[in-house]
């Protein structure tokens, strides 16, 4: 019998501390996969966030450095500027990415630089016990938001990074995905594999955005998980390409 | 120019280098002879024969001419330069060039340290090497733009979160700046570990003939072709950086981190640290000293106003007070042993800065037994050197 799937050699044969239904299992996954269909595991050197994911280096079997809270693009210019026939990523949250570190995602991607950044969207904090983030949504219930994230209140709207990146010319990829269901994740997966591969092209700066669960603070099983992605969550981040070129 | 890409057949930061770097085609002429540098162009020219391959700086006065300098010279040797978005953004991006195994620097002043002290924190949790000039002004906060010592304790007490130190170099001419830019990137690759040139203002913004020259003989210093502490000549001592990012093929992955949340795994690593802070502290201590000989008073200072309390002795001396300086060059590890020996006959030690006392913190726990005096300004005031004789006198009077 022909083996189909396997363990990606990217990734290490190791259970996860993530929570069950988290995303992240997910995306390593992916992440891993893709390296390695387009032979750049010894070649790559990813960037691990601030967050949940911060021990990505654990699982994953390539080059990582850590990076303080936001400035993992700034840690990945530094590395790709260094050596500019690897291929260098990110891999932030939304508070990492578009919160503290929206300076660094900004001008990294004016900049141009031939980077990868995958942006996982839980819209909240997870690991510092769910408190509001950039994109959580409205009516969200966090700890920082405990009658639900309201603008008129000054909890601000929900941060469409993706969308605000569109414009900046050094950007050729954008696009935004989910985890939600097998078919959502295998077309996420084409797009971070389209990501890293316009980084061998070096085309410039792509930014994938995965919509991901986090169950346990949004309280929900990971099958309610799921589905408030697929109904809430995409309402207002909505998934598809935002730019391609 | 963007750098060339390589080819991928390399396993070690150290050919990775060799194969990025070419011999320079439009360089400047290496000055052979003294020429005419502000202390802020001086470090500039100094990292670049050091082998810095690669700066990241954010503008601040006063130190905006390293960073122009910086950017033409940088360019033209095909390294690399960035205009960081901030000084957060720069210090981590030398964070990430000095996990590649480049030799990497960042330079800024007084508030834009503050804003890089994380930065700092993490390299030398993660125990990568990198230079930081701080052009010392004055604060607290916004403070205004003129010399300034005041930055001393942030520069010797760690600065950042955590329990660390950052060797810190402090110079008192444009020639001597340049030389500790030379010096902080042997020691940053030695130690694996973050090292600071602590200039002040007038360092930074003065002009002085100066010879920056690629190398000095030792093996530590840095010959024209070495790169990120590595020789292209065969036989010369190489340092090899089998840590560094370089992707993985042919080696087990690398991980760059400052992260340990196994049971005692954090103690372990700050112990290792700190034998490592021991280490430096025994052998990394400079200074230098003027006709301390016989000197009953002997005066402390660093950097600027080491230049002005050099003037104090030879007015002191002209009066038949037997007057001495001891200037440290490394403030952190502080010179102790020196200045001990400099002050063994010592009655009074009067300790001059640009601050309103800080440096004489270190003196006071070097010299317990002894009298230590303080002279000090901040907020861009500077002990002149008829003050200086003036105090002293008075208070042997």
């Known amino acids: 019998m022909k083996k189909k799937y396997s363990r990606s050699v990217s990734l290490r044969n190791l259970s996860t501390h993530y929570c069950s239904g988290c995303g992240h299992g997910i995306l390593h996954r992916l992440v891993a ?46 590395i790709k500027r260094c050596l500019p026939d690897r291929i260098v990523f990110s891999y932030q949250g939304d508070g990492d990415l578009a919160s503290i570190g929206l300076a660094e995602t900004v001008h990294a991607a004016n900049r141009g630089e031939s980077l990868t950044c995958i942006f996982v969207n ?14 959580t949504i409205i009516g969200q219930k966090t700890t920082t938001t405990p009658q639900g994230r309201n603008p008129r209140a000054g909890d601000g709207w929900p941060l469409a990074l993706s969308e605000m990146l569109k414009d900046l010319r050094g950007v050729s990829f954008l696009v935004r995905g989910s985890v939600a269901t097998p078919a959502r994740v295998s077309q996420t997966y084409q797009y971070i594999k389209k990501a890293f591969s ?45 730019k391609d070129q | ?89 720069a210090i981590n991006m030398v964070f990430g060039a ?96 973050p090292v600071l040139v602590l200039a002040d203002a007038i360092i930074g913004q003065m002009m002085e003939p100066a010879e920056i020259t690629k190398a000095k003989s030792q093996e530590e210093k840095v010959n024209p072709d070495r790169i990120i502490g590595i020789s292209l000549d065969k036989n010369a001592k190489v340092l090899k950086k089998p840590w560094a990012l370089t992707g993985c093929l042919g080696r087990k992955p690398n991980i760059i981190r400052s992260l340990l949340l196994k049971e005692g795994a954090l103690q372990k690593h700050n112990e290792k640290l700190r034998k490592k802070w021991e280490l430096i502290s025994e052998r990394e201590q400079r200074f230098d000293s003027y006709r301390t000989e016989g000197a009953r008073y002997l005066l402390a200072a660093y950097g600027s106003q080491s230049r002005i309390a050099k003037q104090a002795v030879d007015i002191l001396r002209s009066r038949k007070i037997p007057a001495g300086l001891f200037r440290p060059i490394s403030l952190w590890p502080y010179p102790e042993k020196g200045l001990k020996m400099a ?26 037994e002894k009298e230590v005096l303080f002279l000090g300004k ?20």
């Open chain 2, 98 to 193: 000095a996990a590649t195994g480049a030799r990497a620097m960042t330079s800024s002043s007084s508030p834009g340290i503050s804003l890089k002290q994380e930065g700092i924190s993490y390299l030398a949790g993660v125990e990568l090497p990198a230079v930081i000039i701080n052009v010392m002004r004055g604060g607290p906060g916004l403070g205004n733009i003129a010399s300034s010592q005041a930055d001393y304790f942030q520069a010797t007490c760690g600065g950042g979160h955590g329990d660390y130190f950052t060797p810190v170099v402090a110079p008192w001419s444009v020639q001597e700046a340049a030389e500790l830019v030379s010096l902080a990137f042997d020691l940053a690759d030695k130690y694996r570990n």
């Open chain 1, 198 to 242: 316009n980084q061998v092209q070096n085309k410039g700066f792509s930014l994938v955005e995965v919509l991901s669960s986090c169950p346990t603070i949004w309280q929900k099983s990971p099958v309610e998980s799921a589905k408030w992605i697929q109904e809430e969550m995409v309402k207002e981040f909505p998934l598809g390409v935002i």
């Open chain 1, 33 to 78: 996969q893709a390296i390695d269909e387009l032979g750049l595991r010894e070649k790559t050197i990813g960037v691990a966030p601030v967050g949940c994911a911060v021990i990505a280096y654990d699982y994953w079997d390539f080059d990582v450095s850590e990076a303080s809270h936001g400035r993992a693009l700034a840690v990945a210019t530094g």
């Open chain 2, 343 to 368: 002050a063994k006959k010592a009655e009074k030690v009067l300790v001059v800065e640009q601050s309103l006392g800080q440096m004489v913190r270190d003196v006071r726990l070097a010299l317990p």
């Open chain 1, 122 to 135: 839980n819209a909240c904090y997870g690991m510092t016990g769910g408190q509001m983030a950039p994109t």
């Open chain 2, 378 to 397: 901040a907020g861009g005031g500077i002990p002149q050197a008829e003050e200086i004789v003036k105090f002293l006198t008075k208070k042997i009077a």
């Open chain 2, 1 to 89: 120019m963007p750098r060339q890409a390589l080819k991928l057949n390399v396993t070690d930061a150290d050919s990775v280098f060799r194969s990025v770097r070419k011999p320079v085609l439009r360089s400047m002429k290496v000055p052979s002879k003294k020429i005419l540098f502000s202390g802020n162009e001086a470090m500039a020219e100094a990292a670049v024969l050091a082998g810095c391959d690669f700066y990241a700086g954010y503008p601040i006065t006063p130190q905006n001419e390293l960073i122009a300098y910086m950017a033409k010279r940088m360019r033209q040797e095909q390294r690399v330069f960035i205009q960081a978005e901030s000084e957060l953004a």
